[in-house]
């Protein structure tokens, strides 16, 4: 509430009610833009795409958007379910062609959930009036409170020794053996009061939301020695993968290196010693050691 709807400060504290206004305004057009766009594709060649459902149905109506809108990385199950919420809403599938902008903006829209799922964080949390958080999480089912500032404010004490922090934890721990000025102490006291307030600083807890839940995605390690867990240099657990939950041992060699993938022989688990082939499905937080020609 103390930013206009481009992210500029206003230097004016908002109420509850006028900071709940602005903050929907801005996911409001943000999401208005994003349908116009997916629009403007559909309605370019919507003739051809009306005429699809007439002579293929739905089938060949939902490989016309894959065409159109295969360019945002939308696939045959995206436009399939986004084309089956759209028909939950309109149900009317007996002339396309004269359906209005009001309907085709519901199929955009409808395409949009599908193929931009959006995450909203309500970054600068710590300033909102007081139950406006509140209200926007009920509101709205992906918003996140969260403060940059606190999060960085907090790794640079943490690098500094005035703290023990962990990004994501909840709380950190006050270095009573590192001397700090009054001004730090209190600088610290503020930081204190913003993680209680919103049990952290929402940033890994966002993060981790669209990345493991939403784009399913796992972390492995790949090492040259499976029992120390370390590369050629002793450095443990030197790279982290971020890759696609139900990846594969020999895919993973791949994202290393391209010859470890074509010259793949065999995979050991670094956990369990357990020696495993190409096809082994990975988990997350998996330790890999890769044996190629």
Known sequence: GTTDIEGNPTGIKATKEQAIEQALAEVEFLTGELDAWILGLVKDGWSRGARRIQAEGVKGFTQFLQERLSGLGATDQICQRSFDAFAQQHQDMTSPWDWSDDVLMLLASSIRKHLFPIFIAGNKADLAPEGVLEHLQSVLPTFTPCSAETELAL????????????????????NEDQPMSEAQQKGLSVLAERVEKLQGTGLIKLLDQVLFDELQRIVVYPVQDESQWTDGDGNVLPDALVVQDGIQAKQVAYKVHSDLGDGFIKGVDGRSRRIVGADYELSDGDVLRIHSK
């Open 155 to 174: 790794r640079q004490a943490g690098k500094a020794g005035f703290i023990t922090y962990v990004a994501g934890d909840t709380t950190f721990k006050l």
